[in-house]
């Protein structure tokens, strides 16, 4: 776990203050190997912990349970937690967000998501120091 955190690590130092986002494949780790990235992630003081890329193939991506687990890692950190793969539907995104996500996926997924469900603006609105999406 040294190593994942130099690495990490090194990339951080290179981003000069750009935000840097984790990607973890949670789909292919255990629980404790989950955790074990996300304390390296923390160490290395990455912005974001990232469920997945949303290509895996044949992959679930986004978890609620994997995102709850990766929040409770980082919250204390101020890390925020991306949800990715597999957030197509209102009751998806709801689930995330409640898990702890701080954002969704795709911008436009999200609006179309926004657009037709004014209960995510209401959880969002809940949980106000999270960002789901840019206000126009």
């Given at each position: 776990?040294?190593?994942?955190?130099?690495?990490?690590?090194?990339?951080?130092?290179?981003?000069?203050?750009?935000?840097?986002?984790?990607?973890?494949?949670t789909?292919?780790?255990?629980?404790?190997?989950?955790?074990?990235?996300?304390?390296?992630?923390?160490?290395?003081?990455?912005?974001?912990?990232?469920?997945?890329?949303?290509?895996?193939?044949?992959?679930?991506?986004?978890?609620?349970?994997?995102?709850?687990?990766?929040?409770?890692?980082?919250?204390d950190?101020?890390?925020?937690?991306?949800?990715?793969?597999?957030?197509?539907?209102?009751?998806?995104?709801?689930?995330?967000?409640?898990?702890?996500?701080?954002?969704?996926?795709?911008?436009?997924?999200?609006?179309?998501?926004?657009?037709?469900?004014?209960?995510?603006?209401?959880?969002?609105?809940?949980?106000?120091?999270?960002?789901?999406?840019?206000?126009?």
């Open positions: 776990w040294d190593y994942i955190e130099k690495e990490v690590k090194a990339v951080v130092d290179a981003a000069n203050g750009v935000l840097v986002k984790v990607i973890i494949e789909c292919y780790l255990t629980d404790e190997e989950k955790v074990e990235v996300c304390k390296a992630a923390t160490l290395a003081k990455a912005d974001f912990v990232k469920t997945s890329t949303g290509f895996v193939k044949n992959g679930v991506g986004a978890k609620p349970e994997d995102v709850k687990l990766m929040y409770e890692t980082v919250k950190a101020g890390l925020g937690v991306k949800a990715s793969g597999g957030v197509r539907d209102k009751e998806t995104a709801l689930a995330m967000i409640e898990a702890g996500a701080k954002e969704l996926p795709d911008d436009k997924m999200l609006e179309a998501i926004k657009a037709g469900h004014a209960e995510i603006k209401k959880m969002c609105e809940k949980y106000d120091k999270r960002r789901f999406w840019k206000e126009n």
